[in-house]
């Protein structure tokens, strides 16, 4: 009689993870208010889109529909489907990375070239990319479970392939999206199975890489300088990180009103895409800022969470990719959260499912649908029913 309430129980029970899915629709939604707030004083200043204070909202609105349209249609496609075309979209971003670098095809802005115009909106390879890597890292981890512990014929090749991919990342320049893209790949590498003092060797190469980029490039140097001292130069290299600073001191516990930030009145620079949490901080406080940090390490935790299960299913490409979604979501918004509070040098990285941005959205969304789908599979096959 137990046995059959808990098996009823079972099949009863929900098929998706529904509080995964409130955490990402609420993240979307509170990005919509916050994108809106920040972007009012810029949108009204900017003549190229008419002086209209709601431009931001609109277009991230339409972000916001149309990528969460796509995660719909993607959360109804099968794992085993992306892992077959994982290598197929790993060529295709390969190719979209190359195809930005061309001149007159890929769109400049700021001094990086990092966009492809598709006339309504703007295309950005490297925010696919992050998708697609995880996809390829966590099938080619799977192939080659058997050679991890080999450096030749395990790892060299995906570093190759790796070293590749960050080339044409920083011809673009976009340090920030091949260190979220390193982290992936490193991180799935060691959930596989990779050799400990592979992986080691890895993290040591990889910190010596970085630095020599940073200690090689003017700009990257400059802005080092301005992380370890913004105060020194307010108004040249520390201007963004000290107004940044600023807004999280107006802040302080509860914020001084949604709304009511004064460093969005174009003192802040990127308000509403680099810097959107220093606006939350300002108008919501610490409170906002530790609800926003709750709300990405749920994602972070149930992504793990359901690789566990699907380990337990043996399905090891689907927890491996789980995994990596996760590191992906986990690792960016650190990067641009420690960017934001000055722990970590100013870089162009957003803030996932918040910050302004159609490629961002659409990749976040769509990594999230993939995540949902593995849950929702492992819920399947716990019920006796085929994935």
């Known amino acids: 009689m137990i046995a059959a309430m808990l098996n009823r129980q079972r099949m009863n029970s929900p098929s998706y993870d529904q509080g995964l899915l409130w955490t990402v629709l609420i993240l979307l939604g509170l990005g919509l208010v916050m994108v809106y707030s920040a972007s009012i004083a810029i949108a009204e200043a900017d003549k190229a889109v008419g002086h209209n204070s709601s431009y931001y909202l609109v277009r991230q609105a339409i972000f916001v529909v149309v990528s969460v349209s796509a995660a719909l249609v993607v959360f109804n496609i099968p794992i085993e489907w992306w892992q ?8 295709l971003g390969l ?16 001094g990086s070239r990092r966009w492809l115009s598709l006339f309504v909106i703007n295309l950005q390879p490297s925010e696919l990319m992050k998708l697609f890597a995880a996809m390829y890292v966590a099938d ?7 050679l991890m512990d080999s450096f030749t014929r395990g790892f060299l090749p ?7 991919v960050g080339s044409l990342l920083l011809l673009e320049p976009d340090f920030g999206a091949f260190a979220v893209i390193a982290a992936i790949a490193i991180s799935i590498l060691w959930l596989g199975g990779i ?10 190469l990889l910190v010596v890489g970085f630095v020599f980029l940073i200690l090689t490039s003017p700009y990257r140097l400059e802005r080092a300088k301005g992380f370890m001292d913004p105060w020194a130069d307010p108004y040249g290299t520390g201007y963004q990180l000290s107004h940044a600073l600023i807004a999280f001191g107006r802040g302080e516990w509860f914020g001084v009103g949604l709304g009511a930030s004064v460093e ?3 003192y802040l620079p990127e308000a509403h895409t680099d810097f959107l949490l220093a606006v939350i901080a300002e108008e919501l406080g610490f409170v906002g800022v530790l609800t926003v940090i709750g709300l990405f390490a749920w994602i972070v935790l149930r992504s793990f969470s359901i690789a566990k299960e699907a380990i337990a299913n043996e399905r090891y490409f689907a927890a491996l990719l789980a995994q990596g979604l996760g590191v992906w979501v986990g690792v960016q918004g650190i990067i641009n959260m420690g960017v934001n509070m000055g722990i970590l040098p100013t870089k162009g990285l957003t803030l996932p499912l918040l910050s302004f941005g159609g490629s961002g959205i659409m990749a976040n969304c769509i990594g999230m649908a ?8 492992n819920r399947r096959l716990q019920k006796g029913l085929p994935a």
């Open 264 to 266: 969005k009145l174009l």
């Open 370 to 377: 993939i995540l949902l789908r593995i849950d929702f599979e």
């Open 140 to 146: 080619y981890t799977v192939r080659k479970a058997a």
């Open 158 to 164: 995906m570093l190759m392939v790796m070293l590749l």
């Open 195 to 204: 050799n400990g003092r592979i992986f080691v060797g890895l993290l040591v």
């Open 95 to 110: 190719a979209l990375l190359v195809l930005v670098l061309i001149p007159g095809v890929g769109k400049v802005v700021g």
């Open 84 to 91: 077959k075309m994982a290598p197929y979209l790993f060529l």
